[in-house]
């Protein structure tokens, strides 16, 4: 089998993947994220969301942070006897998303699904970066970059997130951010550990322009707000941020995928 | 980074049994010790990935070179740094340019191998081993010969051996470029 330059095959596939979203008959997909703190609603209306944009008529499929069957494993049994370092938990994370992208999200796309992500890259960038990582080279790690077209934050305060999280269960090792406060008490290490997530969740909703909602209202004013929030911005697609990872994951196969 | 009293000696290649042999040799040779050899998997990621089976999916160059980059964090926190700071002799085989060669081959860019490699100290001494590389159906145990494996057909429709070719390229580059600098 004859091959092209990675280059030219890239720059091929950048066109395909132009083409491809340029093509009214085939509407490309939709990748919404949820994003948010531990504790603050949005699996509950992660799923709300998926029942009624089916109920809508829309192809829904749903991909969760750390869910790969590849590598959530690895994690996993890494995680419970806590020896990953701050690099070595962020690349896991990494490869994990990496192979979700590839495997599940950007096939979903590009047959025109709509796509919920409970948790993005953003989830990685805040919590590496209360590990004490250098935010440029986080983001470096995700590249290409995959940007959702929408991502809407549940905000709450680090009270209500300690709150709900701590009232049923005790939060895991990594969970409660032992590893960064040294604290013994998982729920006291919880409680400082997010602080500084939603501190620094709070400076990524500004620089990527998150919709941020108020998740200390009811579920049901979450869920409608939701709702219209969704109908007012489906429209207003980040295909072109986007064409690059695409055309690379066109390239995987040398770009034989129809 | 703990400062480095010991030696430290990289050695990279595409042929995983000349890489430790090498790696021995020069360990043997280094007059300084006791210390050790640090290779790839030595957090084991990729013998539990393959554990895994096929039903996962198959892995993109990016994924394995995440994955290696987290086991090579591994490796300097456990083997490499704790036995510089005791003044030992530390030989890594492979060390960051197999790795950083494959991902070119796979069409990777040189700005995101950097940066993914960032953390990684200089090794004092480098070196390439230009054995050429096994032929497909040979048992892999280097690196770059499991990745060329793993992605046989899956990056840029490259075969496996095509894929090696172009890594030990790239690799060849990587020592012209350290020859020059030198």
Known sequence: MTHQPPRVLLRVNRQRVRDRFADPARPPGLLVAFEGPDGSGKTTQRKLFKTWLKSEDYDVVTTKWNSSDLIKPLIKSRKAIHVLSAEEFSLLHAADFRHRVEQEILPALWEGKVVIADRFLFTGLARDAVRGLDLEWLLRLYQPLLWPDLVFYFSVTAETSAERVTAARLPSFYEAGQDVTSVDDPVTSFRRFIGRVISEYESLALIFNFITVDAEQSITAQHHRLRELFRERERQRSLKWNIGAFAEWLSLDGGSRP | ?182
Request: with cysteine; glycine share 12%; hydrophobic share 45%.
């Open chain 2, 1 to 182: 980074m703990t400062e480095e009293i010991g030696r430290f000696i990289s050695i990279d290649g595409v042929n995983g049994a000349a890489l430790a042999e090498a790696a021995r040799d020069a360990f043997s040779g280094a007059g300084r010790g006791p210390g050790g050899i640090s290779s790839w998997d030595a957090s084991g990621v990729f013998s539990e990935m393959v554990c895994g089976g096929d039903e996962a999916g198959r892995p993109s160059a990016r994924t394995l070179l995440l994955l290696y980059a987290s086991d090579l964090m591994f490796r300097l926190r456990w083997e490499i740094e704790p036995a510089l700071a005791e003044g030992k002799t530390v030989v890594a085989a492979p060390y960051v340019e197999t790795a950083a060669a494959f991902g070119r081959a796979a069409g990777l860019s040189g700005g995101w191998l950097a940066n993914l490699f960032r953390f990684a100290r200089p090794a004092g001494e480098r070196h390439i081993v230009d054995a050429v590389p096994p032929r497909s159906g040979a048992k892999p145990t280097g690196f770059a010969e499991f990745a060329c494996d793993q992605l046989s057909g899956h990056v840029l429709g490259l075969t496996r051996e095509q894929l090696m070719a172009r890594t030990v390229r790239q690799l060849a580059l990587a020592a012209a470029r350290a020859n020059r600098r030198s």
